[in-house]
């Protein structure tokens, strides 16, 4: 049967060629412009697929063009001068100026890195005889004291603003008239240091001849120099070697935090304190003291005791050593109550004659008489007490004394207040406060209008030091010089050159340099290095029998509750309290930030019944002295019983916006020169208060309620041994190390490192946990502040934090420091969950964070098993797009055009909502690889250090490339048997390596941490 | 006969219905004044709906630090209230598709609330993961898009990926399986309306000019047995790939591969509370007692029973493998947990979801309206604190102590949860007002083998069987 065909058409019937040509087509009739649509294989040129694209191009294009705009903004060529580029600036690279911090108390030779014509970070200077390179948490934050916008911004006379002309005038005309007048004119001042300005005031003292120069220091230390005018018949704090000193016995000294110059301690110290396989020694570190401080912390031997009982023991101690190396005894004290603890003590310091150095933090003369006393029986000075004098703490009790009964009786009639700021600072607040608007003049030198300088008629601000022109002197002979990084911000002057044309003198501060070190050798040397050292090493004897004469053993006593007032490492005397980077630095001991608060023991604690906090500490009113005050509790293990300490330096009132009503005052609660007092009361008020902690949790044993945790846990953290399983065996502490290590496999591979693998290496027996890493880390990265509130909610942004876990007996623990940054896990948790690939490995070992790509779902932050990844909770630098946060005041000082001006423009500023953390300082990595491809060679084992590394004063951590088999970060991974990393058992292979903590210690560390936590505990709030 | 049922089941439509009576029945409650009650709930919904989008807003202008998350607890109630609303949307997939296949007429009453409660669910869960971002305004970098970033592409590693994928399979299934089912039934209510009224337009266009020919039908049942075959699977592979995200991770709590069935039964254990919530309220105001029976809720309360014992049960697994398998820091979590300080919210999660339920072996209280009104409020706050202690509880103890914290909401946290139960109220009295609560077609089509007549008939059937006549006794 054949199909019946159907036909349109003679053509469809015939089936013609152009038929068929048709009837394939889609459309059969001809369209206009579809040969663009035909294949381009047959020879039309565009197809349906570049059409396509044609249009896509076309549509993007007018999308992109029509909606973002690119605003072409004017550049312009940086820094000509005239046609020439200044020489010495080139855009991007930055140029170091040789200055030297000084604060009154320490001093630090830096290196200040400039970029663009602003200084940006300081750095150590390592060529300086003392600090070595080494810094502190204080001088590392003085770079944002620089671009502080509460700084006065020219003189101020009340409140109006005058030109510095009219200034010098006025001021001139009243000290003439005061002087012809026969009236006093007083100049109040710190601890200067700077030669420059103690010729100024001797030039101001020779045109007025009522003129005196008093100098003070906020917390004290004028018995040391008191003491000496008897014992080594001059009154100078003389230098301390405690590199050379087998036993160390400190007595309430916090030398390595905040005792004189804690940086060269630090160093001088740290030398000794690290044992290796070459070297297995390390010196004994005994440390008598009320409050816990870094320094008792590093010690082997702790020995609670209350401030009163420091004497008793200092007496004890000098009985002991006499009746072993032969002296006179000092009779009719009190026994001292630990008589085995001295036994010890004495026993290792009669063994080590003139290898040996006995210290005291306390302003009390007869204590200092009695610790020269010791180490002049010892034989110790020469060697290691010498008689070089370091010229901090230059204040005079007697003399602030003198003066303020001179004020009271009206004798002043003018004074000039420099880096003076007694209402705040002095117990004399009072009669300044009345006596100041009554004087013919006054005048304040300060940089701001603080508490006194509020009150003064005039105030005409000195320079920051890195604006400036100085010389200083902090030891005898050794000159130290302070040069401008830029030129002053505001219309400020040094106080050198303002006093000395106060004097009548034009000058500058330049030329009073010049002059002062003509004699110096090369200007342009000196500046470069930054010091000259005209070593003087003076004798120095010590008249042991004078000495104990001075000791009068009965006195003294004192009766019920003591209290003990201490600096903190970070705030020191309050000075910098607005410094916002030192206020949020946590205490290394409490981990608390932007408070001060009564510390009470833990055995107190108990007795009350008191709840153990985590973040909420309840207020306590604290009454001595016939004053009182409202602070929060907080539990300090380590306090002796019956004993509290409270830190100085908060309760600022007329700091700036960072540092005013932070913590509360208590200078006007002491009595002169005496930093504790005794019959306490403390009474529990029943109100609460929050407070900025880091770390809320103490030991790594936890709870009461809860199972312990075996001792392998403690040692996935924190591994410890004595010297002597540690001279028995170089893996004392580390043991489970080799076992963890055959363990470790993988199904997936490793991630090759062809050149360089990063890595950091953190040696926890030379860490002393003084933080200075933590600032230069926040300076480096511009890692930003956040304020009490954020910190008080967990959100705080250090990249780097110091871990602190105490253990053994809560009531004299010992206390284990642990730096903790991104640990760079070669096995990344962080690295699988992000979803967008924000967070990566880089072929060189470093876990990087790509902060453009970061939609901030902080999975890689819950994935971290070390919590160092920080996310912007809120918008810290000022971005315009958000909205302002309005509770953290402190976190809007980025707020600030002229704050920013810190930032290093190296490192990206983090927008709100990204998760940022350690980076390694990459940029000093990629800067460290571009000089050597410049220079045409590999890179060098210590070409490339990260600012952690470099502001240690402890040489802590070592940075470097592991897969350099010379590497000093190498040989500590791979030859030194107590390096061990965290969690290693877990496989998360971390770049970061710590090194167990050695102690010199006779017993072995404690198995189990001591329970010290409670559960109900959570709310803090006294019941 | 295939048809034939017991008689002996309860008839899961009461009334003596008719058809027609069905139609009037369901369509009335999308028809009329609107009712006082409805309005004033609306209106209430609505506010809180605002105040949880003003909290979004104050969010995205501030920032997450106006949460209470901090550096230890990077998630807490964002992701908590995530897989919370993301297992209430279970039990809507989960009647719709695995009950179909397993031909569960008793479906046919609640199916239509339930996949509506879990598109409306699954809305106020994406809320979360998106909102929860630092840079929301990037939120498209998830989207595995062609970009000009270089050669940027997400990482398919993450669990996190996997869960925009698992997300948005879910919820576009699950819409189109709901509106497949709405269109013969917005047919049905263009019909009731007068022709060529603006009423009559609007839901014409909505049923897509339904005319109910046999080929539409056809198509219609086989597209609805096609997306109930893509459904099921989704039913246990979305909460699988949400546990995921804590699955795969090294936090101790997180890291167990429990996770997935522990999770799928918790959704569907909290899906099914939320239906019963919602439908003993509806049922009574919207006078559906005859298509919503005391036999419905009774069913519902048996698989209540069943995956609160299956959650249950993984709990204590969780515990006994955490001791058994000697990894220390998983024994602790876990002690942490019902011993630490926030032992308060283990227990509420244990009573609430394993003690509770086991009730419901009694049928006096599986069938008493007011208990089961009770139970499925405990479960759905014993549901929510689950997620609260898997994800703080783990988040806020884990390796390091020196980063241990403990976790505090935030008015702006509270206040968006609190919203989204009003986005989810809001929508759903929408859906009730306007689209039919009740399959109509679905229900008409078992009138006539589990409705109280066809028992009758039934009865009528096997009077002579010996079986029938003792047990009749």
Redesign the interface.
């Given at each position: 049967m054949s199909e019946i065909k159907y036909w349109k058409s003679l053509e469809e019937l015939n089936e013609t060629p152009e038929y068929k040509d048709k009837a394939s087509k889609e459309f059969q009739e001809e369209i206009p412009g579809l040969d663009m649509f035909e294949s381009a294989s047959e020879g039309s040129g565009t197809d349906r697929r570049d059409f396509l694209k044609v249009m896509g191009f076309s549509v993007s294009a007018a999308a992109l063009a029509a909606s973002c705009k690119t605003p072409v903004k004017k550049a312009v060529p940086y820094v000509f001068n005239g046609n020439e580029q200044i020489p010495e600036v080139v855009p991007g690279v930055a140029d170091f100026y040789a200055t030297t911090y000084y604060d009154g108390s320490s001093f630090v030779n830096l290196v200040a890195k400039v970029r663009e014509g602003r200084p940006i970070k300081l750095e150590g200077n390592t060529d300086a005889p003392f600090t070595k390179g080494g810094t502190s948490a204080r001088s590392q934050a003085s770079i944002l004291s620089l671009y502080d916008a509460t700084r006065l911004k020219c003189p101020v006379k009340g409140n109006k603003a005058i030109s510095w002309n009219q200034a010098d005038k006025e001021i001139t005309s009243k000290l003439a008239e005061i002087n012809a007048a026969g009236g006093k004119i007083a100049i109040l001042t710190g601890s200067l240091g700077s030669v420059v300005t103690k010729k100024a005031i001797e030039k101001l003292k020779v045109k007025y001849s009522n003129a005196v120069h008093v100098a003070y220091d906020a917390v004290s230390q004028y018995a040391i120099r008191k003491a000496n005018t008897i014992s080594l018949g001059t009154g100078i704090i003389p230098s301390y070697q405690f590199d050379k000193a087998n036993v160390i016995v400190g007595f309430n000294c916090d030398f390595l935090g905040t005792w004189l110059n804690p940086v060269e301690f630090a160093k001088q110290y740290a030398t000794n304190r690290v044992p290796s396989k070459e070297n297995p020694t390390m010196s004994r570190h005994h440390q008598f003291q009320s409050a816990m401080t870094i320094t008792g912390a590093s010690a082997d031997y702790r020995y609670p005791i209350k401030p009163s009982e420091e004497k008793l023991a200092l007496i004890a101690l000098y009985n002991a050593v006499a009746a072993k190396v032969g002296g006179s005894v000092i009779s009719g004290a009190k026994a001292f109550a630990n008589k085995a603890a001295i036994d010890k003590v004495a026993g290792e310091l009669a063994a080590n004659k003139g290898r040996s150095l006995v210290v005291s933090g306390t302003n009390n003369v007869e204590n200092q008489l009695l610790v020269n006393a010791i180490n002049g029986l010892l034989g110790n000075y020469g060697i290691t007490i010498t008689g070089r004098s370091l010229n901090v703490k230059e204040g005079n009790d007697d003399a602030l004394a003198t003066l303020v009964a001179d004020i009271k009786s009206g004798a002043v009639q003018g004074l000039i207040l420099l880096g003076a700021n007694p209402v705040y600072n002095t117990p004399y607040a009072d009669v300044f406060k009345s006596a100041i608007g009554k004087l013919k003049l006054s005048v304040s030198l300060n940089d701001r209008s603080d508490e006194t300088g509020s009150l003064a008629q005039y105030v005409c601000p000195d320079n920051h030091y890195l604006e400036t022109w100085d010389l200083l002197e902090p030891k005898s002979g050794y000159y130290c010089f302070v040069q401008p990084t830029i030129n002053p911000i505001f219309d400020t002057r040094a106080a050198s050159e303002t006093l000395t044309k106060w004097a009548g003198e034009q000058t500058t501060a330049y030329d009073l340099v010049k002059a002062e070190s003509a004699a110096m050798g090369s200007w342009e040397n000196n500046l470069q290095l930054g010091f000259v050292d005209n070593s003087s090493a003076a004798g120095v004897s010590c008249n042991v029998g004078a000495s104990i004469a001075g000791v009068n053993a009965s006195a003294g006593a004192a009766s019920g509750t003591e209290v003990v007032f201490y600096e903190k490492v970070a705030i020191g005397d309050g000075t910098f309290a607005n410094n916002p980077l030192l206020q949020e630095m946590p205490d290394p001991i409490s981990k608390t930030t932007w408070d001060n608060y009564v510390c009470v023991p833990y055995s107190w604690a108990k007795e009350k019944d008191m709840k153990l906090w985590?973040?909420e500490a309840p207020i306590a009113k604290v009454s001595f002295n016939g004053k009182s005050v409202e602070l929060p509790v907080m539990i300090s293990f380590g306090l002796p019983k019956d004993t509290v300490a409270i830190a100085v330096g908060y309760g600022r009132t007329k700091a700036g916006k960072a540092g005013d009503n932070v913590g509360k005052n208590v200078y006007d609660l002491l009595k002169p020169g005496q930093f504790s007092a005794d019959n306490v009361k403390i009474e529990l008020t029943g109100k609460g208060y929050k407070l900025g902690m880091n770390?809320?949790?103490h030991?790594?044993q936890?709870?009461n309620?809860?199972?312990s945790?075996?001792r392998?846990?403690r040692n996935s953290?924190i591994k410890e041994a004595n010297l002597k399983q540690y001279q028995a065996k170089h893996n004392a502490g580390n043991e489970d190390r080799e076992e963890i290590k055959e363990h470790l496999l993988t199904l997936y591979g490793y991630h090759p490192y062809q050149s360089h693998h990063w890595a950091l290496s953190v040696d926890m027996n030379s860490c002393i946990g003084c933080g200075a890493c933590v600032i230069a880390c926040n300076v480096e990265n511009n890692v930003p502040v956040v304020g009490k509130e954020?910190v008080y909610?967990?959100?705080?942004m250090h990249w780097m934090?110091i871990?602190?876990?105490f253990s053994g007996d809560p009531d004299n623990p010992d206390v284990s420091f642990?730096p903790?940054m991104c640990q760079h896990c070669n096995n990344a948790?962080c690295e699988?969950?992000?979803?967008?690939?924000a967070t990566n490995h880089s072929s060189e070992g470093l876990n990087q964070m790509a902060y453009n790509?970061?939609?901030?779902?902080?999975?890689c932050?819950?994935?971290c098993?070390?919590?160092v990844?920080?996310?912007?909770?809120?918008?810290y630098q000022g971005n315009d797009s958000?909205?302002?946060?309005t509770d953290a005041t402190a976190a809007e000082y980025m707020y600030e055009d002229l704050t920013r001006m810190v930032l290093n423009p190296d490192v990206t500023v983090r927008?709100?909502?990204?998760?940022e953390k350690c980076s390694m300082c990459v940029q000093r990595i990629q800067e460290g690889k571009l000089t050597a491809k410049k220079e045409n060679r590999t890179l060098r084992d210590g070409d490339i250090k990260t600012a952690c590394q470099t502001s240690c004063p402890t040489n802590a951590i070592i940075f470097g490339d592991i897969n350099d088999g010379n590497s000093a970060v190498h040989k500590a991974f791979f030859e030194e048997e107590r390096n061990y990393h965290?969690?290693e058992e877990?496989h998360f292979l971390t770049n970061v390596g710590y090194k167990v903590k050695v102690r010199n210690k006779d017993e072995e560390p404690a198995l189990y941490f001591t329970p010290v936590m409670k559960?109900e505990d959570?709310k803090g709030i006294v019941k | 006969m295939s048809h034939f049922e017991s008689p002996l089941r309860e008839p899961l439509i009461t009334g003596n219905k008719t058809w027609k009576k069905i139609t009037d029945d369901i369509v009335v409650n999308t028809t009329g004044d609107i009712k006082p009650l409805w309005l004033i709930a609306t209106l209430i919904s609505a506010a809180v709906a605002a105040f949880g989008v003003f909290c979004i807003g104050w969010e995205v202008c501030y920032g997450i630090g106006t949460w209470g998350a901090n550096k230890t607890v990077g998630w807490a109630w964002d992701i908590t209230n995530f897989v919370w609303w993301i297992g209430i949307g279970h039990a809507g997939t989960l009647i719709s598709a695995i009950l179909l296949l397993f031909r569960q007429k008793w479906r046919t009453g609640v199916n239509r609330a339930a996949e509506a409660m879990t598109i409306f669910a699954v809305v106020c869960a994406g809320l979360f993961p998106v909102f929860h971002m630092g840079r929301v305004w990037d939120a498209f970098f998830i989207f595995p898009l062609p970009n000009t970033r270089g050669p940027l592409w997400q990482n398919f590693n993450s669990p996190l990926l996997w869960d925009v994928f698992a997300i948005s399979t879910y919820f576009s299934v699950s819409l189109l399986f709901w509106y497949t089912g709405l269109v013969p039934d917005f047919g049905t209510i263009r019909d009731q309306a007068k022709p060529g009224s603006i009423r009559w337009k609007i839901y014409n266009v909505l049923s897509f000019g339904w005319v109910g020919e046999a080929k539409h039908w056809e198509r219609w049942e086989s597209l609805s047995l096609i997306l109930a075959g893509l459904s099921t699977p989704l039913v246990l592979s979305v909460h699988t790939i949400v546990s995921f995200d804590f699955a795969t991770s090294i936090v101790p709590g997180w890291h167990t591969t429990i996770l997935p069935p522990y999770f799928v039964a918790g959704a569907i254990f909290s899906g099914f509370a939320m239906v019963l919530t919602l439908m003993l309220v509806a049922r009574k105001v919207m006078n559906l007692e005859d298509y919503i029976t005391i036999a419905h809720v009774e069913s519902m309360n048996k698989i209540l029973l069943l995956t609160g014992s299956m959650v249950g049960t993984a709990y204590l697994t969780e515990l006994f493998v955490a001791w058994y398998s000697g990894s220390m820091y998983e024994q602790y979590a876990f002690a942490n947990r019902a011993l630490g300080p926030l032992a308060w919210s283990y227990w509420t999660m244990m009573f609430c979801n394993l003690i509770f339920p086991q009730f419901f072996w009694s049928k006096k209280l599986r069938r008493s309206i007011a208990f089961t009104f009770f139970t499925s409020i405990v479960v759905n706050i014993g549901m929510w604190f689950e997620r609260f202690v898997i994800i703080v509880t783990s988040l806020y103890r884990d390796y390091l102590p020196s980063s241990w914290i403990d976790y505090r909401p935030t008015w702006v946290e509270v206040g968006i949860y609190v919203g989204t139960g009003g986005i989810f109220m809001t929508l759903f009295l929408l859906f009730s007002r306007f689209f039919p609560v009740v399959a109509i077609a679905e229900v008409k089509s078992i009138l006539k083998i589990s409705g109280d007549q066809a028992r009758a008939e039934q009865w009528d059937e096997v009077k002579d069987d010996d079986v029938y006549k003792t047990l009749e006794k």
């Amino acid at each position: 049967m054949s199909e019946i065909k159907y036909w349109k058409s003679l053509e469809e019937l015939n089936e013609t060629p152009e038929y068929k040509d048709k009837a394939s087509k889609e459309f059969q009739e001809e369209i206009p412009g579809l040969d663009m649509f035909e294949s381009a294989s047959e020879g039309s040129g565009t197809d349906r697929r570049d059409f396509l694209k044609v249009m896509g191009f076309s549509v993007s294009a007018a999308a992109l063009a029509a909606s973002c705009k690119t605003p072409v903004k004017k550049a312009v060529p940086y820094v000509f001068n005239g046609n020439e580029q200044i020489p010495e600036v080139v855009p991007g690279v930055a140029d170091f100026y040789a200055t030297t911090y000084y604060d009154g108390s320490s001093f630090v030779n830096l290196v200040a890195k400039v970029r663009e014509g602003r200084p940006i970070k300081l750095e150590g200077n390592t060529d300086a005889p003392f600090t070595k390179g080494g810094t502190s948490a204080r001088s590392q934050a003085s770079i944002l004291s620089l671009y502080d916008a509460t700084r006065l911004k020219c003189p101020v006379k009340g409140n109006k603003a005058i030109s510095w002309n009219q200034a010098d005038k006025e001021i001139t005309s009243k000290l003439a008239e005061i002087n012809a007048a026969g009236g006093k004119i007083a100049i109040l001042t710190g601890s200067l240091g700077s030669v420059v300005t103690k010729k100024a005031i001797e030039k101001l003292k020779v045109k007025y001849s009522n003129a005196v120069h008093v100098a003070y220091d906020a917390v004290s230390q004028y018995a040391i120099r008191k003491a000496n005018t008897i014992s080594l018949g001059t009154g100078i704090i003389p230098s301390y070697q405690f590199d050379k000193a087998n036993v160390i016995v400190g007595f309430n000294c916090d030398f390595l935090g905040t005792w004189l110059n804690p940086v060269e301690f630090a160093k001088q110290y740290a030398t000794n304190r690290v044992p290796s396989k070459e070297n297995p020694t390390m010196s004994r570190h005994h440390q008598f003291q009320s409050a816990m401080t870094i320094t008792g912390a590093s010690a082997d031997y702790r020995y609670p005791i209350k401030p009163s009982e420091e004497k008793l023991a200092l007496i004890a101690l000098y009985n002991a050593v006499a009746a072993k190396v032969g002296g006179s005894v000092i009779s009719g004290a009190k026994a001292f109550a630990n008589k085995a603890a001295i036994d010890k003590v004495a026993g290792e310091l009669a063994a080590n004659k003139g290898r040996s150095l006995v210290v005291s933090g306390t302003n009390n003369v007869e204590n200092q008489l009695l610790v020269n006393a010791i180490n002049g029986l010892l034989g110790n000075y020469g060697i290691t007490i010498t008689g070089r004098s370091l010229n901090v703490k230059e204040g005079n009790d007697d003399a602030l004394a003198t003066l303020v009964a001179d004020i009271k009786s009206g004798a002043v009639q003018g004074l000039i207040l420099l880096g003076a700021n007694p209402v705040y600072n002095t117990p004399y607040a009072d009669v300044f406060k009345s006596a100041i608007g009554k004087l013919k003049l006054s005048v304040s030198l300060n940089d701001r209008s603080d508490e006194t300088g509020s009150l003064a008629q005039y105030v005409c601000p000195d320079n920051h030091y890195l604006e400036t022109w100085d010389l200083l002197e902090p030891k005898s002979g050794y000159y130290c010089f302070v040069q401008p990084t830029i030129n002053p911000i505001f219309d400020t002057r040094a106080a050198s050159e303002t006093l000395t044309k106060w004097a009548g003198e034009q000058t500058t501060a330049y030329d009073l340099v010049k002059a002062e070190s003509a004699a110096m050798g090369s200007w342009e040397n000196n500046l470069q290095l930054g010091f000259v050292d005209n070593s003087s090493a003076a004798g120095v004897s010590c008249n042991v029998g004078a000495s104990i004469a001075g000791v009068n053993a009965s006195a003294g006593a004192a009766s019920g509750t003591e209290v003990v007032f201490y600096e903190k490492v970070a705030i020191g005397d309050g000075t910098f309290a607005n410094n916002p980077l030192l206020q949020e630095m946590p205490d290394p001991i409490s981990k608390t930030t932007w408070d001060n608060y009564v510390c009470v023991p833990y055995s107190w604690a108990k007795e009350k019944d008191m709840k153990l906090w985590l973040r909420e500490a309840p207020i306590a009113k604290v009454s001595f002295n016939g004053k009182s005050v409202e602070l929060p509790v907080m539990i300090s293990f380590g306090l002796p019983k019956d004993t509290v300490a409270i830190a100085v330096g908060y309760g600022r009132t007329k700091a700036g916006k960072a540092g005013d009503n932070v913590g509360k005052n208590v200078y006007d609660l002491l009595k002169p020169g005496q930093f504790s007092a005794d019959n306490v009361k403390i009474e529990l008020t029943g109100k609460g208060y929050k407070l900025g902690m880091n770390q809320q949790y103490h030991t790594l044993q936890e709870d009461n309620n809860l199972p312990s945790r075996p001792r392998r846990y403690r040692n996935s953290i924190i591994k410890e041994a004595n010297l002597k399983q540690y001279q028995a065996k170089h893996n004392a502490g580390n043991e489970d190390r080799e076992e963890i290590k055959e363990h470790l496999l993988t199904l997936y591979g490793y991630h090759p490192y062809q050149s360089h693998h990063w890595a950091l290496s953190v040696d926890m027996n030379s860490c002393i946990g003084c933080g200075a890493c933590v600032i230069a880390c926040n300076v480096e990265n511009n890692v930003p502040v956040v304020g009490k509130e954020r910190v008080y909610k967990g959100q705080e942004m250090h990249w780097m934090r110091i871990d602190r876990y105490f253990s053994g007996d809560p009531d004299n623990p010992d206390v284990s420091f642990q730096p903790m940054m991104c640990q760079h896990c070669n096995n990344a948790p962080c690295e699988n969950v992000c979803p967008v690939n924000a967070t990566n490995h880089s072929s060189e070992g470093l876990n990087q964070m790509a902060y453009n790509r970061c939609i901030g779902t902080r999975y890689c932050a819950n994935n971290c098993p070390f919590k160092v990844r920080r996310f912007n909770w809120l918008d810290y630098q000022g971005n315009d797009s958000f909205g302002k946060w309005t509770d953290a005041t402190a976190a809007e000082y980025m707020y600030e055009d002229l704050t920013r001006m810190v930032l290093n423009p190296d490192v990206t500023v983090r927008t709100r909502g990204v998760i940022e953390k350690c980076s390694m300082c990459v940029q000093r990595i990629q800067e460290g690889k571009l000089t050597a491809k410049k220079e045409n060679r590999t890179l060098r084992d210590g070409d490339i250090k990260t600012a952690c590394q470099t502001s240690c004063p402890t040489n802590a951590i070592i940075f470097g490339d592991i897969n350099d088999g010379n590497s000093a970060v190498h040989k500590a991974f791979f030859e030194e048997e107590r390096n061990y990393h965290l969690f290693e058992e877990l496989h998360f292979l971390t770049n970061v390596g710590y090194k167990v903590k050695v102690r010199n210690k006779d017993e072995e560390p404690a198995l189990y941490f001591t329970p010290v936590m409670k559960e109900e505990d959570i709310k803090g709030i006294v019941k | 006969m295939s048809h034939f049922e017991s008689p002996l089941r309860e008839p899961l439509i009461t009334g003596n219905k008719t058809w027609k009576k069905i139609t009037d029945d369901i369509v009335v409650n999308t028809t009329g004044d609107i009712k006082p009650l409805w309005l004033i709930a609306t209106l209430i919904s609505a506010a809180v709906a605002a105040f949880g989008v003003f909290c979004i807003g104050w969010e995205v202008c501030y920032g997450i630090g106006t949460w209470g998350a901090n550096k230890t607890v990077g998630w807490a109630w964002d992701i908590t209230n995530f897989v919370w609303w993301i297992g209430i949307g279970h039990a809507g997939t989960l009647i719709s598709a695995i009950l179909l296949l397993f031909r569960q007429k008793w479906r046919t009453g609640v199916n239509r609330a339930a996949e509506a409660m879990t598109i409306f669910a699954v809305v106020c869960a994406g809320l979360f993961p998106v909102f929860h971002m630092g840079r929301v305004w990037d939120a498209f970098f998830i989207f595995p898009l062609p970009n000009t970033r270089g050669p940027l592409w997400q990482n398919f590693n993450s669990p996190l990926l996997w869960d925009v994928f698992a997300i948005s399979t879910y919820f576009s299934v699950s819409l189109l399986f709901w509106y497949t089912g709405l269109v013969p039934d917005f047919g049905t209510i263009r019909d009731q309306a007068k022709p060529g009224s603006i009423r009559w337009k609007i839901y014409n266009v909505l049923s897509f000019g339904w005319v109910g020919e046999a080929k539409h039908w056809e198509r219609w049942e086989s597209l609805s047995l096609i997306l109930a075959g893509l459904s099921t699977p989704l039913v246990l592979s979305v909460h699988t790939i949400v546990s995921f995200d804590f699955a795969t991770s090294i936090v101790p709590g997180w890291h167990t591969t429990i996770l997935p069935p522990y999770f799928v039964a918790g959704a569907i254990f909290s899906g099914f509370a939320m239906v019963l919530t919602l439908m003993l309220v509806a049922r009574k105001v919207m006078n559906l007692e005859d298509y919503i029976t005391i036999a419905h809720v009774e069913s519902m309360n048996k698989i209540l029973l069943l995956t609160g014992s299956m959650v249950g049960t993984a709990y204590l697994t969780e515990l006994f493998v955490a001791w058994y398998s000697g990894s220390m820091y998983e024994q602790y979590a876990f002690a942490n947990r019902a011993l630490g300080p926030l032992a308060w919210s283990y227990w509420t999660m244990m009573f609430c979801n394993l003690i509770f339920p086991q009730f419901f072996w009694s049928k006096k209280l599986r069938r008493s309206i007011a208990f089961t009104f009770f139970t499925s409020i405990v479960v759905n706050i014993g549901m929510w604190f689950e997620r609260f202690v898997i994800i703080v509880t783990s988040l806020y103890r884990d390796y390091l102590p020196s980063s241990w914290i403990d976790y505090r909401p935030t008015w702006v946290e509270v206040g968006i949860y609190v919203g989204t139960g009003g986005i989810f109220m809001t929508l759903f009295l929408l859906f009730s007002r306007f689209f039919p609560v009740v399959a109509i077609a679905e229900v008409k089509s078992i009138l006539k083998i589990s409705g109280d007549q066809a028992r009758a008939e039934q009865w009528d059937e096997v009077k002579d069987d010996d079986v029938y006549k003792t047990l009749e006794k």
